[in-house]
């Protein structure tokens, strides 16, 4: 048997100022920063003794996971960065407000925009060219739904996640809203419609914990 814990990175500049942020690199807030230390003080107290810890190529959900690691003195733990756990690119739509981007769009397609699991946000004219992703030969998308956020979390989670847990270790992952809720669509078999009513709160520790064929026993949030 074994346990994932699963939690979005504390509140970043960008949630603080309510816009859309997607694979932009935000710092997280003093708020954030709290929440990232409280987080690791609950997660502590379940005693778990972590294997492996994962994360993206963002800086809010990095900081977050060493903030966690130290709460839980489980810096040593081996630590994976994968760029296939970045938040959703949102496209044209990144940086905006989103107060303003449901006054252009209205609340129906903002809606869309945020929940839908197909909806594709409005795409950037061209690619970004970032050195860190270049570097891996990742091309940047120029807008995801989350539908192909999910498509490009599952490999991550099949080769690199999920052999591990099968394996009877004890898994960390700190990354964002939306792969993650990617991921619980996966773990809770939640359909495509059904997808769009769940939130996934900044600093909230998610515990999933598997039998040894990798069926959820138990889930609670701490």
Known sequence: MSYL???????????????????SDVALTKKGIQQA???GK?????????????????????????????????????ETKSWRLNE?????LRGRKKDDVKL?????????????????PPLLDQPDEE???????????????LEMAYERLMPYWQDSIAPKLLDGQNELVVAHGSTLRALIKYLDNISDDDIDRVEVPN???IVYHFDDKLN??????I
């Open 42 to 78: 609950k997660i502590s107290q379940l005693g778990i003794d972590f294997d492996h810890a994962h994360t993206s190529f963002l800086k809010r959900a990095i900081e977050t996971l060493h903030i966690v690691l130290s709460e839980i003195n489980q810096q040593y733990i081996q």
């Open 131 to 145: 050195h860190k992703y270049a570097k891996i030969g990742v091309i940047e998308p120029r807008g995801e739904s």
């Open 216 to 221: 959820v026993i138990s889930k609670k949030t």
């Open 88 to 92: 959703r690119h949102y496209g044209a």
């Open 5 to 23: 814990v699963i939690m979005r990175h504390g509140q970043s500049v960008a949630n603080q100022k309510n816009v859309f942020t997607g694979w």
């Open 104 to 120: 252009q769009y209205g609340p129906e397609k903002f809606a869309e925009f945020r929940r839908s699991y197909t909806t594709v």
């Open 37 to 39: 230390h409280d987080a």
């Open 203 to 205: 600093g909230k520790p």
